[in-house]
C-alpha cells in the first residue's frame, strides 16, 4: 500500500491538469487542529477513535467510519490516543468525470 501514497499536498495554486491532482496521504496522529480548504476530502478511519467536529457540531468516529469534507467545512479531529487514518483529497473538478 505504501507505493501508492503521494506525499504532495494541495494547494490553491494548484490545478487539474496531466499530473491529475488527487492526493492520497495515510496519517497516524492524536489530533488535528480546526482548518478548512478549498478542496474535498474522503477520509477514512483505519484505526482507533476519536471526536470529529464538523461545522461546529461533535461526532465520535472509530475504525471503518468514513467521512466526505466539502470545500470550506470546518473541522478537526481530538483524541486521547493516537488515531489511523487515509485521507484522499482531490479538487472539486474531478466530480464532473464521475
Known sequence: MKDVLQYKRLKNTDYIGDDKYILIEE?????????????LEIEIITDG??????????????????????TTDFHNIVSDKKIKLLNISFKEILTSFL
Open 27 to 39: 496519517h497516524i496522529t492524536k489530533n488535528f487542529p480546526p482548518h478548512f480548504h478549498d478542496y
Open 49 to 70: 477513535s476519536a471526536s470529529y467536529t464538523l461545522n461546529g457540531e461533535d461526532f465520535e468516529i472509530s475504525k471503518g467510519s468514513v467521512l466526505f469534507v466539502t
